[in-house]
Every structure is written in C-alpha cells, then in structure tokens.
C-alpha cells in the first residue's frame, strides 16, 4: 500500500559492513553477521531531571544475543573463518559465551565455553546450550578459566574468541563511533562496568581515532593495523572522560592489584585479574578519569532506578555503571549539568533471577483471590 508507510530502502548490514573503513579487515573478506550494532542511544528524561545531568544509555542489550560482545564476535568469528580456522574457544561470565556460540553457529564453527560453575546467568547458559556450543563448568572461577583458554589455544587449533584476541576491541570501539554519531558530539563523560577491561579500553580507543589519534595498545593490535593500515580522520576535537565501575568485591583496578577470589552479585564482572588492566589503566589515565568500586546494594539500587524511572532494564552488571555515577556525583567529581553516557553493556531479560531474588517486595507481586471486589480494593490503593 503506497504511502501507508514510509518503506526502508537500505536495509542495515551489520557491523562490519557499516564501519569497513575503519577496521583492520580486507574488502574480499565476507562477514559473519547478525546485524550487530546500531543499538539506540536512548535518552534518559526523568533520570537526567532528578541527577541535573544530560544523560543517555546506550541500550548494548539490544544487540542479537543481548549484549555489547556482539560487536566483537562478528570480527573475531569472521576472521577466524577467514583464517580456515574450524573451531572457537572463550572463558566467559556468559555474554561472551552466549555471543560466542551464537556466531559460531552462524559460521558452521564448533564453539567450545568454559564458565564458572553455578555462577552465570540462567538467560547466559540457556543461549549457550541453544547455539550448540560444548559448554564446560569449571569448579573455578573467569580467571581460571581464562588462563586454560590461553593454554589450550595456543597448542590446539583453536580461535579464541575473549576480548585478548585484537579483533574483539576492533568491532567494539564503534560503539564509541555510533555514540558520536548519534548525539552529534562527544559526551562530556562515558561510564561504564569494567570486568575483563577490555571494552573501557576499546571505546578509548574508538574516540581517540574520532580525534584523529590512533591508539596501539595491545601488542597483537599492532600486528593487525601493520597488516591492514587503517586511516584515521580527526571528526572531534572533544573526548569524554572515561569512568570505569567496578563491584566491591571483584575490584583489582580500584584496588591496584589483582583479587583472588572475586565475588559479587553481578556475575557478568566476577573477575580479579583482568586481561586488559594495562590498557583501561592508560584509557582512565589518558582521559582524565577514574575507577571506582561500588556495592551490590548500590548496583541493584541503580538497576531498579534504570527500570522503574526510565523504563530501561539492563542486568546487573550493566547498572554499576548509574551507581557510580550517582556516587560521583554526590561527591562533586562529576560537574552537574554535563552530557553523561551510561553503556548499558547486557540486556536485563537475561539474568531474571536476580530481580525475583532481590528486587521483589510484597507489592511487586501479590496472592489475591479471582473476585472482582478484592481485586478492586487493590486497584484502588495504587492508582
Ligand atoms: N557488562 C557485561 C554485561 C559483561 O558481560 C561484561 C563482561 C562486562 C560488562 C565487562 O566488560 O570485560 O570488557 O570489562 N563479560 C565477559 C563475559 C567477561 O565473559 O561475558 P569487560
């Protein structure tokens, strides 16, 4: 029916096929995509009017399997294939498991997942499983986990898929491109959790070629712009600075050193000896920011904020980021009145159990009887 709605011409291709030019893969190489990125920048009215900030969630839970390791997996799953490689191997909290079996399907790759026993989300496994990925429990934790990742891949002819493997950052600083792109600037700050450390590092990265300047952290990245010089066009005069949040008991960087036994309610960042430190150290550094480590209580409160304020539900690990900001804010290190974005990392649909377990109070669900008159009464106390 013409003109009954308006019909989209182009139709979006996924990641890489959106930001080829600035990657580090040649033009031959066809991608393995499931139309990652482009998630929305959604602004957060009511929030911004109780904190006095300017303040935007980038919704990385609206990626394909639900959180921002899409972004990654498309590049590190595409070169693997290109490389004739047959299999691909992570350790993961759950969304690089769940991202990691879900792209290797769409390769026809084996994927191989070790995660920590009894500490992912259901939603996490349950994707795993579906993807048909062997998944392996350790009685050990992430960084157990990654270390034998390392071991394995280096003596079987497997791809490792964890944010080590330079691809991984390659595909996730475009958040910070689309970021730009869709506020029309740079934001003053951009928060975010910080786990593996990986993904702070790669939006550094991300708006630091936005202000024409390359960043060469990883040594492995090195290796991949000599094979593929990528060529940077100064867009920004302007970068945030970075703030990197981390749960109490799972915080080396804040701490300064590494944690033996990480734990916390926000399963997605349970990790004590980051992969990444070096580079999110130099990215908070560089940018003027900082860490901070904040409580389970505080993260769960910000959950809930994000939820039942401004209609956003993201998972727990992914709230850390509004805790901190309130803290920060309340100390007076972040200037009210400034343009704040939260990368909200996962999707909150996937770990539904932490809400039944921690969120739920008497009113948030109720018993009554399949009588008009009880149910009225009640109706009649909310609205
Ligand atoms: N938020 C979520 C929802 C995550 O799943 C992760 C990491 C992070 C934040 C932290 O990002 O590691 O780059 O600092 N999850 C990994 C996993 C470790 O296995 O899914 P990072």
Not at 30 to 40: A, D, I, N, Y
Not at 79 to 87: D, P, R, Y
Not at 312 to 329: M, Q, Y
């Amino acid at each position: 029916m013409p003109g009954f709605f308006s019909v989209q011409t182009s139709v979006y291709q996924g990641l890489i096929q959106t930001f080829r030019h600035t990657l580090p893969i040649d033009d031959s190489i066809e991608p393995v995509s499931l139309c990652e990125g482009g998630t929305p920048l959604i602004p957060l009215p009511n929030l911004s009017r109780e904190l006095g900030l300017e303040l935007y969630a980038k919704f990385e839970g609206l990626n394909p399997t639900g959180s921002f390791k899409d972004r990654g997996m498309t590049l590190a799953v595409t070169m693997a294939k290109a490389q004739g490689i047959k299999a691909v191997i992570c350790a993961s909290t759950g969304n690089t498991s769940a991202s990691a079996a879900a792209y290797a399907a769409r390769a026809s790759l084996a994927c191989v997942v070790l995660i920590p026993e009894g500490k992912i989300a259901f939603g996490k496994l349950s994707q795993a499983i579906i993807h048909g990925a062997r998944v392996l429990q350790i009685a050990g934790n992430f960084d157990h986990g990654m270390q034998l990742v390392k071991q394995l891949s280096t003596s079987l002819p497997l791809a490792l898929v964890n944010s080590v493997n330079p691809y991984r950052l390659q595909g996730q600083k475009t958040i910070a491109f689309e970021v730009f792109s869709q506020l029309g600037r740079a934001p003053d700050y951009h928060a975010l959790p910080v786990g593996n450390a990986a993904n702070i590092s790669a939006h550094w990265m991300g708006y630091c070629e936005l202000a024409g300047e390359m960043r060469h952290y990883p040594s492995a990245i090195e290796a991949v712009y000599a094979k593929h010089p990528v060529k940077v066009e100064k867009q920004s005069d302007k970068r945030p600075v970075m703030l990197g949040y981390q749960a109490e008991g799972a915080a080396p960087l804040v701490l300064g050193h590494p944690v033996e036994n990480p734990e916390t309610i926000a399963t997605a960042i349970r990790i004590g000896k980051p992969q990444s430190t070096e580079y999110a150290l130099a990215s908070a550094r560089e940018s003027g920011g900082w860490f901070r480590a904040l409580s389970d209580r505080q993260l769960l409160k910000a959950q809930q904020l994000l939820a039942a304020k401004d209609g956003v539900f993201c998972e727990p690990a992914s709230a850390i980021s509004l805790a901190g900001v309130i803290e920060d804010l309340q100390d007076g290190r972040i200037t009210t009145g400034s343009t704040l974005v939260l990368t909200l990392t996962g999707n909150g649909i996937k770990d539904p159990d932490t809400v039944t377990k921690y969120q739920l109070d008497e009113s948030s669900l109720q018993q009554v009887e399949a009588d008009y008159d009880a149910i009225g009464k009640l109706i009649g106390a909310v609205i």
